[in-house]
Protein backbone atom coordinates (compact mmCIF):
# COMPACT_ATOMS: atom_id res chain seq x y z
CA UNK A 1 0.00 0.00 0.00
CA UNK A 2 1.33 3.29 -1.19
CA UNK A 3 2.46 5.78 1.72
CA UNK A 4 2.71 9.50 1.99
CA UNK A 5 4.21 11.22 5.18
CA UNK A 6 4.80 14.68 5.49
CA UNK A 7 6.48 16.40 8.69
CA UNK A 8 6.43 18.80 10.03
CA UNK A 9 2.46 19.02 10.79
CA UNK A 10 2.88 22.90 11.60
CA UNK A 11 6.12 25.07 11.11
CA UNK A 12 5.67 28.67 12.11
CA UNK A 13 8.01 31.55 10.02
CA UNK A 14 8.99 34.67 10.28
CA UNK A 15 8.60 36.66 7.33
CA UNK A 16 11.74 35.98 5.48
CA UNK A 17 13.15 33.04 7.51
CA UNK A 18 13.65 30.07 4.83
CA UNK A 19 12.86 26.26 5.38
CA UNK A 20 11.94 23.00 4.11
CA UNK A 21 8.76 21.09 3.88
CA UNK A 22 9.27 17.25 3.78
CA UNK A 23 7.07 14.42 2.21
CA UNK A 24 8.38 10.56 2.46
CA UNK A 25 6.90 8.21 0.69
CA UNK A 26 6.71 4.45 -0.20
CA UNK A 27 5.32 3.63 -3.14
CA UNK A 28 5.23 0.83 -6.08
CA UNK A 29 6.31 2.20 -9.52
CA UNK A 30 6.43 5.99 -9.02
CA UNK A 31 4.55 7.82 -11.99
CA UNK A 32 4.84 11.08 -10.26
CA UNK A 33 4.87 13.62 -7.19
CA UNK A 34 2.63 16.31 -6.92
CA UNK A 35 2.84 19.16 -4.59
CA UNK A 36 -0.31 21.02 -4.10
CA UNK A 37 -1.42 24.38 -1.58
CA UNK A 38 -4.59 24.77 -0.14
CA UNK A 39 -6.09 27.60 1.42
CA UNK A 40 -8.74 27.13 3.85
CA UNK A 41 -11.78 26.14 2.49
CA UNK A 42 -10.43 26.09 -0.75
CA UNK A 43 -9.58 23.21 -3.64
CA UNK A 44 -6.43 22.52 -3.75
CA UNK A 45 -3.64 24.59 -6.00
CA UNK A 46 -1.71 22.57 -8.44
CA UNK A 47 2.31 23.53 -8.21
CA UNK A 48 4.70 21.14 -9.15
CA UNK A 49 4.66 17.25 -10.60
CA UNK A 50 8.27 15.75 -10.55
CA UNK A 51 8.93 12.34 -11.66
CA UNK A 52 12.17 11.13 -11.38
CA UNK A 53 14.54 11.38 -8.81
CA UNK A 54 17.03 14.20 -9.18
CA UNK A 55 14.32 16.49 -11.20
CA UNK A 56 14.16 20.10 -9.53
CA UNK A 57 11.46 22.79 -10.35
CA UNK A 58 10.59 26.28 -8.75
CA UNK A 59 8.18 28.71 -9.24
CA UNK A 60 8.73 32.41 -7.08
CA UNK A 61 9.82 31.68 -3.73
CA UNK A 62 9.15 27.92 -4.12
CA UNK A 63 11.30 24.82 -5.12
CA UNK A 64 10.56 21.40 -5.15
CA UNK A 65 13.26 18.56 -5.06
CA UNK A 66 12.91 14.70 -5.67
CA UNK A 67 15.21 11.74 -4.67
CA UNK A 68 14.09 8.19 -4.39
CA UNK A 69 12.61 7.99 -0.98
CA UNK A 70 11.53 11.88 -0.33
CA UNK A 71 10.62 15.67 -1.88
CA UNK A 72 10.86 18.73 0.26
CA UNK A 73 9.57 21.75 -0.85
CA UNK A 74 11.95 24.84 -0.26
CA UNK A 75 10.32 28.41 0.79
CA UNK A 76 12.82 30.32 0.29
CA UNK A 77 12.40 34.50 2.08
CA UNK A 78 8.56 33.22 2.70
CA UNK A 79 5.55 36.57 2.82
CA UNK A 80 2.63 36.09 4.91
CA UNK A 81 0.98 35.29 1.42
CA UNK A 82 2.32 31.83 1.74
CA UNK A 83 0.40 30.89 4.67
CA UNK A 84 -1.36 27.67 3.63
CA UNK A 85 -1.12 23.99 3.65
CA UNK A 86 0.83 22.48 1.40
CA UNK A 87 0.41 18.87 0.48
CA UNK A 88 2.32 16.25 -1.19
CA UNK A 89 1.04 13.45 -3.72
CA UNK A 90 2.15 10.37 -5.01
CA UNK A 91 0.45 8.43 -8.69
CA UNK A 92 0.95 4.90 -8.71
CA UNK A 93 -0.52 2.28 -11.50
CA UNK A 94 -2.89 0.09 -10.08
CA UNK A 95 -5.08 -2.46 -11.64
CA UNK A 96 -6.77 -2.38 -15.48
CA UNK A 97 -4.25 0.83 -16.20
CA UNK A 98 -5.60 3.35 -13.95
CA UNK A 99 -4.06 5.56 -11.18
CA UNK A 100 -4.58 5.80 -7.91
CA UNK A 101 -3.25 9.50 -5.80
CA UNK A 102 -2.05 9.24 -2.38
CA UNK A 103 -2.15 12.00 -0.51
CA UNK A 104 -0.36 12.76 2.68
CA UNK A 105 -1.61 14.93 5.44
CA UNK A 106 -0.14 18.06 4.79
CA UNK A 107 1.94 20.81 6.10
CA UNK A 108 -0.08 24.12 7.71
CA UNK A 109 2.65 27.27 7.11
CA UNK A 110 2.00 29.92 9.29
CA UNK A 111 4.40 33.11 7.80
CA UNK A 112 3.86 36.25 10.24
CA UNK A 113 4.76 39.44 9.37
CA UNK B 1 -11.31 28.85 -19.49
CA UNK B 2 -14.05 28.23 -16.98
CA UNK B 3 -12.27 26.56 -13.87
CA UNK B 4 -13.96 23.31 -12.14
CA UNK B 5 -17.18 24.13 -10.46
CA UNK B 6 -19.16 21.99 -7.84
CA UNK B 7 -22.87 22.36 -6.15
CA UNK B 8 -23.85 22.96 -3.86
CA UNK B 9 -21.25 24.52 -1.28
CA UNK B 10 -22.59 23.46 2.01
CA UNK B 11 -25.48 20.83 2.45
CA UNK B 12 -26.47 19.18 5.98
CA UNK B 13 -28.00 15.45 5.75
CA UNK B 14 -29.57 13.47 8.25
CA UNK B 15 -27.96 9.96 8.65
CA UNK B 16 -29.17 7.18 6.02
CA UNK B 17 -30.30 9.95 4.14
CA UNK B 18 -28.50 9.90 0.05
CA UNK B 19 -26.92 12.84 -1.28
CA UNK B 20 -26.10 14.03 -4.72
CA UNK B 21 -23.06 16.21 -5.90
CA UNK B 22 -22.23 17.92 -8.52
CA UNK B 23 -18.89 18.59 -10.71
CA UNK B 24 -18.55 20.52 -13.62
CA UNK B 25 -15.25 19.69 -15.63
CA UNK B 26 -12.70 22.47 -16.28
CA UNK B 27 -13.26 23.23 -20.35
CA UNK B 28 -11.22 20.48 -22.16
CA UNK B 29 -10.65 18.03 -19.34
CA UNK B 30 -12.05 14.52 -20.43
CA UNK B 31 -11.31 12.87 -16.50
CA UNK B 32 -12.95 13.56 -13.24
CA UNK B 33 -11.72 12.35 -10.09
CA UNK B 34 -13.49 12.49 -6.36
CA UNK B 35 -11.76 12.94 -3.25
CA UNK B 36 -13.22 13.19 0.35
CA UNK B 37 -10.89 15.34 2.91
CA UNK B 38 -11.78 15.20 6.61
CA UNK B 39 -10.69 18.30 8.80
CA UNK B 40 -7.00 18.09 9.24
CA UNK B 41 -6.23 15.56 6.54
CA UNK B 42 -5.05 15.37 3.20
CA UNK B 43 -7.62 14.10 0.46
CA UNK B 44 -8.66 10.67 0.22
CA UNK B 45 -9.00 9.02 -3.34
CA UNK B 46 -12.62 8.05 -3.64
CA UNK B 47 -12.71 7.37 -7.45
CA UNK B 48 -12.04 8.34 -11.17
CA UNK B 49 -14.34 8.44 -14.33
CA UNK B 50 -12.86 8.51 -17.60
CA UNK B 51 -14.93 8.17 -20.74
CA UNK B 52 -17.97 7.72 -18.78
CA UNK B 53 -16.80 4.75 -16.94
CA UNK B 54 -14.91 4.01 -13.35
CA UNK B 55 -11.53 3.67 -13.70
CA UNK B 56 -9.74 3.27 -10.32
CA UNK B 57 -11.27 3.26 -6.95
CA UNK B 58 -10.01 3.89 -3.26
CA UNK B 59 -11.30 2.38 -0.21
CA UNK B 60 -14.74 3.47 0.26
CA UNK B 61 -17.78 1.13 -0.23
CA UNK B 62 -20.33 0.37 -2.89
CA UNK B 63 -22.46 3.14 -1.46
CA UNK B 64 -20.04 6.02 -2.90
CA UNK B 65 -21.17 5.79 -6.31
CA UNK B 66 -20.48 8.23 -9.26
CA UNK B 67 -21.81 9.31 -12.81
CA UNK B 68 -19.83 10.52 -15.64
CA UNK B 69 -21.98 12.51 -18.04
CA UNK B 70 -20.94 12.86 -22.27
CA UNK B 71 -20.15 16.69 -21.36
CA UNK B 72 -17.63 15.40 -18.55
CA UNK B 73 -19.26 16.79 -15.64
CA UNK B 74 -19.68 14.32 -13.00
CA UNK B 75 -22.17 13.31 -9.95
CA UNK B 76 -21.16 11.93 -6.32
CA UNK B 77 -24.01 9.78 -4.96
CA UNK B 78 -23.83 8.21 -1.08
CA UNK B 79 -26.23 6.81 -0.17
CA UNK B 80 -27.50 5.44 3.92
CA UNK B 81 -24.98 8.33 5.10
CA UNK B 82 -23.46 8.17 8.12
CA UNK B 83 -21.74 10.71 10.37
CA UNK B 84 -18.56 9.60 9.43
CA UNK B 85 -19.20 10.95 6.16
CA UNK B 86 -19.29 14.76 6.83
CA UNK B 87 -16.46 16.02 5.15
CA UNK B 88 -15.24 18.18 2.47
CA UNK B 89 -15.81 16.78 -0.87
CA UNK B 90 -13.46 17.38 -4.21
CA UNK B 91 -13.47 17.30 -8.05
CA UNK B 92 -10.52 17.46 -9.48
CA UNK B 93 -10.85 17.39 -13.36
CA UNK B 94 -7.76 16.41 -15.84
CA UNK B 95 -6.94 15.02 -18.93
CA UNK B 96 -5.98 11.64 -18.63
CA UNK B 97 -3.05 10.15 -17.80
CA UNK B 98 -1.31 10.16 -13.97
CA UNK B 99 1.31 12.41 -14.72
CA UNK B 100 -1.24 14.87 -15.40
CA UNK B 101 -2.21 17.90 -12.64
CA UNK B 102 -5.32 17.64 -11.38
CA UNK B 103 -7.04 21.00 -10.94
CA UNK B 104 -9.75 20.99 -8.28
CA UNK B 105 -13.01 22.44 -7.20
CA UNK B 106 -13.88 24.54 -4.36
CA UNK B 107 -15.26 21.40 -2.79
CA UNK B 108 -18.72 20.83 -0.96
CA UNK B 109 -18.69 20.80 3.03
CA UNK B 110 -21.15 17.96 3.72
CA UNK B 111 -22.23 17.41 7.72
CA UNK B 112 -24.36 14.28 8.33
CA UNK B 113 -26.05 14.26 11.56
Known amino acids: EDQVTQSPEALRLQEGESSSLNCSYTVSGLRGLFWYRQDPGKGPEFLFT???AGEEKEKERLKATLTKKESFLHITAPKPEDSATYLCAVMSHASGGSYIPTFGRGTSLIVHP | ETGVTQSPTHLIKTRGQQVTLRCSSQ?????VSWYQQALGQGPQFIFQ???????GRGNFPPRFSGLQFPNYSSELNVNALELDDSALYLCASSLWGADIEQYFGPGTRLTVT
Open chain 1, 50 to 52: LYS
Open chain 2, 27 to 31: SGHNT
Open chain 2, 49 to 55: YYREEEN
